[in-house]
Protein backbone atom coordinates (compact mmCIF):
# COMPACT_ATOMS: atom_id res chain seq x y z
CA UNK A 1 0.00 0.00 0.00
CA UNK A 2 3.11 2.08 0.69
CA UNK A 3 4.26 2.01 -2.66
CA UNK A 4 0.69 2.84 -4.33
CA UNK A 5 0.62 6.03 -2.31
CA UNK A 6 4.04 6.28 -2.86
CA UNK A 7 4.87 7.39 0.74
CA UNK A 8 7.20 5.65 2.67
CA UNK A 9 7.27 2.25 4.99
CA UNK A 10 9.13 1.46 8.13
CA UNK A 11 8.95 -2.96 9.04
CA UNK A 12 11.23 -1.83 12.11
CA UNK A 13 9.75 0.68 14.15
CA UNK A 14 12.94 1.93 15.57
CA UNK A 15 14.08 2.83 12.69
CA UNK A 16 11.00 5.11 11.61
CA UNK A 17 10.91 6.55 15.29
CA UNK A 18 14.55 7.70 14.51
CA UNK A 19 13.82 9.88 11.20
CA UNK A 20 14.31 13.49 11.89
CA UNK A 21 11.46 14.83 9.58
CA UNK A 22 8.61 12.94 12.00
CA UNK A 23 7.30 15.54 14.87
CA UNK A 24 4.75 13.16 16.36
CA UNK A 25 2.85 10.08 15.74
CA UNK A 26 -0.39 8.71 16.71
CA UNK A 27 -0.74 5.46 18.69
CA UNK A 28 -3.29 3.48 17.89
CA UNK A 29 -2.15 -0.07 18.75
CA UNK A 30 -3.80 -2.51 21.41
CA UNK A 31 -3.44 -1.15 24.83
CA UNK A 32 -0.97 -4.50 25.60
CA UNK A 33 1.15 -2.48 22.96
CA UNK A 34 0.78 1.42 24.15
CA UNK A 35 3.80 0.95 26.75
CA UNK A 36 6.61 0.04 23.87
CA UNK A 37 5.21 1.87 21.44
CA UNK A 38 5.02 4.94 23.66
CA UNK A 39 8.50 4.53 25.57
CA UNK A 40 10.52 4.22 22.17
CA UNK A 41 8.76 7.36 21.01
CA UNK A 42 9.25 9.41 23.72
CA UNK A 43 13.15 8.22 23.44
CA UNK A 44 12.75 9.29 20.32
CA UNK A 45 11.33 12.84 21.01
CA UNK A 46 8.39 12.83 19.43
CA UNK A 47 5.42 13.97 20.41
CA UNK A 48 2.75 11.71 21.17
CA UNK A 49 -1.25 11.40 20.89
CA UNK A 50 -2.70 7.90 22.06
CA UNK A 51 -6.27 6.88 22.55
CA UNK A 52 -7.14 6.12 25.55
CA UNK A 53 -6.73 3.68 28.05
CA UNK A 54 -3.14 5.02 28.40
CA UNK A 55 -1.85 1.59 29.67
CA UNK A 56 -3.23 -1.83 31.41
CA UNK A 57 -1.27 -1.62 34.83
CA UNK A 58 -0.34 1.20 37.09
CA UNK A 59 3.49 0.15 36.72
CA UNK A 60 3.11 0.33 33.11
CA UNK A 61 1.64 4.11 33.03
CA UNK A 62 4.13 4.80 35.77
CA UNK A 63 7.06 3.98 33.79
CA UNK A 64 5.42 5.49 30.40
CA UNK A 65 4.92 9.06 32.20
CA UNK A 66 8.46 8.69 33.59
CA UNK A 67 10.00 8.07 30.27
CA UNK A 68 8.01 10.96 29.03
CA UNK A 69 9.15 13.13 31.66
CA UNK A 70 12.67 12.06 31.08
CA UNK A 71 12.29 12.46 27.32
CA UNK A 72 12.30 16.66 28.23
CA UNK A 73 9.38 18.77 25.97
CA UNK A 74 7.97 15.90 24.40
CA UNK A 75 4.20 16.08 24.60
CA UNK A 76 1.81 13.38 25.23
CA UNK A 77 -2.00 13.63 24.64
CA UNK A 78 -4.33 11.00 25.69
CA UNK A 79 -7.55 10.86 23.65
CA UNK A 80 -11.19 11.33 25.24
CA UNK A 81 -13.30 12.81 22.84
CA UNK A 82 -16.21 12.96 25.14
CA UNK A 83 -14.83 16.28 26.23
CA UNK A 84 -15.98 18.06 23.30
CA UNK A 85 -19.35 16.51 23.19
CA UNK A 86 -21.96 19.39 23.85
CA UNK A 87 -23.65 18.21 27.38
CA UNK A 88 -20.01 18.31 28.81
CA UNK A 89 -19.36 21.63 26.78
CA UNK A 90 -22.52 23.17 28.79
CA UNK A 91 -21.58 21.58 32.08
CA UNK A 92 -18.28 22.90 31.92
CA UNK A 93 -20.31 26.81 30.78
CA UNK A 94 -22.05 26.08 33.70
CA UNK A 95 -18.98 26.09 36.04
CA UNK A 96 -16.94 28.43 34.20
CA UNK A 97 -19.62 30.96 34.46
CA UNK A 98 -20.13 30.33 38.60
CA UNK A 99 -23.93 29.35 38.17
CA UNK A 100 -23.37 26.52 40.85
CA UNK A 101 -21.19 28.58 42.92
CA UNK A 102 -17.73 27.75 44.21
CA UNK A 103 -17.23 23.74 43.05
CA UNK A 104 -15.09 21.77 45.76
CA UNK A 105 -15.71 18.07 44.68
CA UNK A 106 -17.20 16.44 41.49
CA UNK A 107 -17.75 12.77 40.26
CA UNK A 108 -18.34 11.89 37.15
CA UNK A 109 -19.74 9.08 35.29
CA UNK A 110 -17.69 8.35 31.52
CA UNK A 111 -19.58 5.53 29.77
CA UNK A 112 -21.16 4.29 26.63
CA UNK A 113 -23.17 1.74 25.32
CA UNK A 114 -20.17 -0.35 23.42
CA UNK A 115 -20.73 -4.14 25.01
CA UNK A 116 -24.51 -3.71 25.06
CA UNK A 117 -26.45 -6.15 22.71
CA UNK A 118 -28.39 -4.78 19.93
CA UNK A 119 -30.81 -6.17 17.25
CA UNK A 120 -27.32 -5.56 15.38
CA UNK A 121 -24.82 -7.26 17.14
CA UNK A 122 -24.94 -9.89 20.18
CA UNK A 123 -22.08 -8.10 21.70
CA UNK A 124 -22.50 -4.46 20.97
CA UNK A 125 -20.88 -1.98 18.55
CA UNK A 126 -16.90 -2.94 20.02
CA UNK A 127 -15.17 -5.10 18.00
CA UNK A 128 -13.86 -8.50 19.01
CA UNK A 129 -10.34 -7.30 20.18
CA UNK A 130 -12.22 -4.62 23.17
CA UNK A 131 -12.94 -7.98 24.73
CA UNK A 132 -9.27 -9.86 24.63
CA UNK A 133 -8.53 -9.23 27.94
CA UNK A 134 -4.48 -9.54 26.48
CA UNK A 135 -4.77 -7.00 24.35
CA UNK A 136 -7.16 -4.41 26.27
CA UNK A 137 -7.18 -5.44 29.64
CA UNK A 138 -10.35 -7.06 29.79
CA UNK A 139 -11.87 -3.51 30.60
CA UNK A 140 -12.79 -1.43 33.33
CA UNK A 141 -14.32 -4.54 35.59
CA UNK A 142 -12.38 -7.24 35.42
Not at 127 to 133: G, L, V, Y
Request: glycine content about 8%; some cysteine; overall charge negative.
Amino acid sequence: MADELDVPFYEDLDELLSQSDIDGVIVDTPTNMHKDVIMKAAKNKKHIFTEKVLAITVSDYQEIVATIEEAGGVVLMVSLPKLTDDYYLRAQKVLDDGALGKLTTIRCRFAHNGAVPSKNSATGWLPAHFFDKVQCGGGGIN
